[in-house]
């Protein structure tokens, strides 16, 4: 354990840390994802019974153009590098009758008992009205939808946003801690603790593909 | 340990009498069938109660499909918190003089209605005798609940399947907690599937009996308790996140304990709970589900009012109180103040040591849940 105590040995890392850890997140993917969304840091200043530490980033309305006829794999992979050039023309009224904008919030946030970063999201359509399961399902990479066939319950699950009252889909943590113990092993030879601004980076490297959102390479650094 | 056998056994048969009625738009039979009376488990959940409150209202319901949810005065029910905390945590009025008459006829009459209910699947049957006897005793507001079967607000309620999502709901906050306590889920992982099954169906029934037997099974590690004699170690216990010590006689020791924290914020001061006002949304509530942190200094004593100390820091300080006492002069704090603190339906005393808190009112779950009515910080 280092002195700051903030990224710890399993894997976990502590609220500080995360605090860290987010807003050089943010700063990176400002950086090398320039015509993405940036995330935001948003504080629960409604809250007055929560530290003022306590936070969550956030990105929102991200649009995926969802074809009904096509496949989910094609649309994730193809969606991943138009969504980039996408975002800013699309044009409601042009859309073609078959598509539909379904959009999407993502919100991180640290969870004190796993101790880890966690990934809540939800999708909901033009209208505002949220998206079932399934339809989400189809705006997932494939490899997602066949964990989730296998396990209903402990993958990706429905449950009410910490903070906002709300349901909101959930990406489950247990594993996390395992994911990032091997990123730390793998990527330093002299056995040296993950500095904590890339923590999230590569916490999100892997998290962020289940739901098909890309990490540029250059982050990583 | 027979003091926390007692303990528990009080838990565990801790109760509320619900009136449940059918939401008057969806009664399709005339004349309105009456309510259903329901002795509920605190440490259990609405939707296992089910089954037993549909036969009073299946010959009154519009023809389609079941999604089944319930409110009080108008807010949705979370079906995922125990049915004692919601109780605690919406009423904040429980010991209402002129309720008695009402409770009481409530009572006697959940009394008749269980002898008549005897073959119900879920067990409640195995409730003796002296238990109903003890209940009369105990002076309990009558939780009035109404229930729905059509319109699932599923724009503020997460999905509910029955027993199936209370089950899972249970063992994932099972895991949640072990992952607190022990730094893992293993213990929770490794039990067998059956074993699994078994811990839930005796959580379900109330069957504390069957509960105990398979708690060595669960392997959860211990929470230290200044009561119990196990020796300790001179060093403080490690901060390490989720960490554990073994002390010499290869005990585990826990630094981390599991809470869920229900906080009602009232803007104004006020001298009786009757006049506190009522809730209108679950926005009006704040919920923390945060473990504290609990350190095992020499000499000092760890209290309920230190570990609320630190999930509500600005609640705290020489001017939080508990009820009963109240300020005389108008005050220019800015700091809001606790005005009651209930676990378990019993408002307690801040001096207590949290340790003893937890080992004799935590859910089966090994979760503590805590109600929590605060004062706003004044401006």
Known sequence: MDSAGEVLNDGKITLEGFTVAARAFADKWKRHNLSFPSWSWVPLINRTLLKKEECYLSLEKIIILSSLEGSAEEESLGVTADWWEKEESIDHTVLNVEDEAHYYDYHIVYSASYMVPMLYFRGYSSDGKPLSLDVIKRDLPSSSVSLLLESKWTFITQEEHPYLNRPWFKLHPCGTEEWIKLLSESSSSDGCQMPVELYLVSWFSVVGQVVGLRTPLEMLI | ?379
């Open chain 2, 1 to 379: 340990m027979a003091a926390n056998e007692e303990a528990m056994k009080y838990v565990w048969e801790g109760a509320i009498p619900l009136q449940i009625h059918l939401h008057k738009s969806e009664v399709a039979s005339h004349p309105a069938p009456p309510p259903a009376l329901v002795l509920a488990p605190r440490i259990g959940y609405l939707p296992l109660l089910v089954p037993l409150i549909k036969p009073y209202f299946k010959d009154s319901l519009p023809p389609g499909e079941d999604s089944i949810w319930f409110d009080y005065k108008g807010v949705p029910l979370k079906w995922y918190i125990p049915t004692g905390v919601l109780f605690d945590l919406l009423c904040a009025e429980s010991e209402r003089p002129w309720n008695l008459t009402v409770t009481f006829l409530s009572l006697y009459l959940s009394f008749i209605s269980f002898f008549c209910l005897r073959d119900t699947e879920l067990g409640y049957t195995n409730l003796s005798f002296p238990f109903y006897l003890l209940l009369f005793l105990r002076v309990l507001e009558t939780f009035y609940l109404q229930i729905h079967f059509r319109g699932y607000p599923s724009n503020v309620l997460i999905p509910c399947e029955g027993e199936d999502s209370a089950k899972w709901n249970f063992v994932n906050s099972l895991k949640e907690a072990a992952y607190i306590i022990n730094g893992n889920c293993k213990n929770v992982m490794n039990m067998s599937q059956s074993d699994q099954e078994d811990l839930w169906t005796s959580v379900m029934n109330g069957d504390l009996d069957a509960y105990t037997r398979l708690l060595p099974k669960l392997k959860m590690g211990n929470i230290e308790d200044e009561f119990s004699r196990k020796e300790s170690l001179s060093s403080p216990v490690s901060r390490q996140g989720g960490g554990t010590e073994i002390d010499v006689a290869g005990q585990v020791k826990t630094a981390r304990i599991p809470v869920r924290l229900y906080v009602r914020s009232v803007s104004q001061n006020f001298e009786n709970l009757e006049d506190v006002p009522e809730i209108d949304t679950w926005d009006e509530i704040s919920y923390m589900n945060r473990p504290v942190e609990f350190l095992k200094e020499k000499g000092k004593c760890f209290t309920l009012r230190d570990a609320m100390e630190s999930l509500l820091p600005e609640y705290s300080g020489d001017r939080a109180q508990t009820s009963g006492e109240e300020e005389a002069d108008g005050s220019q704090e800015t700091r809001g103040e606790i005005k009651l603190v209930r676990i378990q339906g019993i408002e307690l005393k801040l001096e207590i040591p949290f340790s003893w808190v937890v080992n004799n009112l935590m859910n089966p779950e090994f979760y503590l849940h805590i109600s929590v009515l605060v004062i706003g910080p004044q401006r």
